[in-house]
């Protein structure tokens, strides 16, 4: 009778380790399921990031076409030929469209690469999420302490 004590004490440990690797199993599980989210979240704002830079540069580049084209009507319609200071001008004028469109897509770029070192620094959190689930060494000390106890009452 006094075999049965230490067996039933034994079993319960042994339940609330098991419980307790469960409960441990699934939060990191859960950990690591929220931070796969963020990188498909941060993954997903950097593709918008990119097709937004690439809308504002389009229409950069449509800005300056007019624009170009509106400087030379006027050379043109004030009898100014296009060669010489004039041309030297609207190259120049070309130029700095041409920088103004490249300074957006550059600050999209950037920006997507921000979401993109996001997206894997979630990713690298969720990794050790999943690395650092203990309910298997939980487990364990849980199956020891239940031999312990019966080995103690053997003796």
């Known amino acids: ?15 609330g380790a098991m419980s307790q690797a ?3 199993s699934s939060a990191a599980q859960a950990q690591a399921n929220a931070n796969y989210y963020n ?14 830079a690439r ?6 580049d449509r800005k ?7 400087v030379e009507s006027k050379y043109l319609n004030s009898g100014i030929e296009l060669e010489g200071t004039p041309l030297a001008i609207l190259s120049e004028e070309a130029s700095q ?16 690469r921000n979401y993109m070192n ?25 199956v020891i302490g239940a031999v312990g106890t019966i080995g103690r009452s053997l003796l």
């Open 39 to 52: 990188a498909q979240v941060a993954q997903q704002n950097a593709n918008a990031s990119m097709e937004a």
């Open 118 to 142: 996001q997206a894997q620094m979630y990713n690298y959190q969720a990794e050790v999420a999943k690395a650092s689930d203990q309910s298997s060494s939980t487990m364990l000390g849980g």
């Open 1 to 15: 009778m006094a075999f049965i004590v230490p067996i039933l004490s034994a079993v319960s440990g042994l339940a």
């Open 97 to 112: 469209g041409a920088l103004e469109s490249e300074k957006i897509l550059a600050k999209g770029k950037n920006q997507a």
């Open 22 to 24: 469960s409960a441990q």
């Open 55 to 60: 809308a504002d540069k389009e229409q950069q």
């Open 64 to 70: 300056n076409r007019m624009h170009l084209s509106s």
